[in-house]
């Protein structure tokens, strides 16, 4: 049964070899790019703002409402073209971010601070997360707005007439053990796109779906156990990091929090997390063993993608054989990810 003590173990020590035990700012600078890009559009962030700073009367002068009254079809224009350009805006980060996952992982994996070359290499798998996160996205949206939309509806006699009576309180109350629930298995859906799908369809050469529906056959199958206490370690180390990760932003004005600065700056974190899940799939079985812990991984070679797997210490690189079963994954063939077992 896959342990995620022994993946926190492992990671730790994987990622400090690979960032300080020869220390790269070329290299830095270049995983950085790909876990910004991978992390285009997730969320998050530290701020928030005191909620208790502007009372509500405070928040629109006086002579907004009658103005918006007066100038309806030009707010509603305005209204609708910040719509249709946060949605674009929106749609851009997410391919962006798909591309950038599996960007990560071969930098992750493969120890290179190579960017334009997977950039190209992943293009069909990329696509294929894109389309997929995407449905998802819409899905989830279609069903969050039918579980408010019918709370609304049940509410709404009760709000029209400037009363909160009990039929208020149940729809309310109703709409929040429906959308949370569902919010959760959302969420859980995109931690395990990021941490288990895209391995296994860089593995594989899956699309999404299909990866999804293997990961859920093959690897979660008789180990939902482990996976749910990976999940909540996890959580716990990320509260643990964004503490961390706040308290180092204010100690440089803000600076280390900048778009692909933080990326940068808090490289060994996130490079912490993307080993941690690999490390944890590896223990599923020997092909899902894309990291080694025993060793520093090997070089990339000169030439171009034809990078080996991490190997043990001291042990020869030797070149690509062909390979006798069709899941497994040959650096330098475009069609193909270069994800191999150790």
């Known amino acids: 049964m896959p342990s995620v003590l022994e993946a926190i173990d492992a990671s730790l020590k994987y990622t400090g070899r690979i960032l300080f035990r020869e220390f790269d700012f070329q290299k830095w600078l270049a995983m950085g790019f790909c876990a910004f890009l991978a992390g285009l559009g997730e969320g998050g ?11 509500r009367k405070d928040v629109f002068p006086p002579e907004f409402g009658p103005w918006v009254t007066g100038h309806l079809p030009l707010v509603i224009g305005l209204g609708a073209g910040i719509a249709v350009f946060a949605v674009a805006l929106g749609i851009l980060l997410a ?61 709404w006699p009760a709000l029209a007439a400037g009363q909160f009576d009990v039929r208020a309180a ?40 299909e990866a999804f529906k293997f990961l859920r056959a093959e690897i979660l199958r008789g180990r939902a156990g482990a996976f749910v206490r990976f999940y909540l370690m996890t959580f716990v180390m990320a509260v643990a990091a964004g503490i961390l990760i706040a308290l180092l932003t204010c100690l440089t004005c803000c600076i280390a929090g ?34 080694d812990s025993g060793g520093p991984p090997a070089p990339a070679t000169p030439g171009g993608p034809d990078s080996p797997a991490p190997q043990g210490h001291g042990a020869p690189q030797e070149s690509a054989a062909p390979s006798e079963t069709p899941d497994t994954m040959r650096p330098g063939d475009p069609a193909e990810p270069p994800i191999q077992p150790s």
């Open 45 to 55: 962030g530290f701020g928030g703002g005191n909620p208790f700073a502007l009372k």
């Open 258 to 291: 900048l778009p692909y600065i933080s990326s940068v700056v808090f490289l060994p974190v996130l490079v912490f997390f993307r080993s941690t899940s690999l490390f944890f799939l590896g223990q599923v079985g020997e092909e899902w063993r894309l990291l």
């Open 95 to 155: 391919w962006l971010s798909s591309r950038g996952q599996f960007m990560f992982l071969d930098a992750v994996v493969h120890d290179s601070a190579r960017v334009s070359e997977p950039w190209h290499r992943y293009r069909r798998l990329g696509n294929s997360l894109f389309v997929f996160r995407l449905v998802l996205g819409l899905a989830g949206l279609a069903a969050l707005l039918v579980v408010a939309g019918g709370a609304l509806l049940l509410a």
């Open 170 to 209: 149940v729809a309310a109350a109703g709409g929040l053990c429906l959308l949370f629930p569902l919010a959760m298995v959302l969420i859980l859906v995109k931690l395990m796109l990021r941490d288990f799908v895209v391995p296994v369809m860089a593995k594989r050469d899956l699309t999404a779906m």
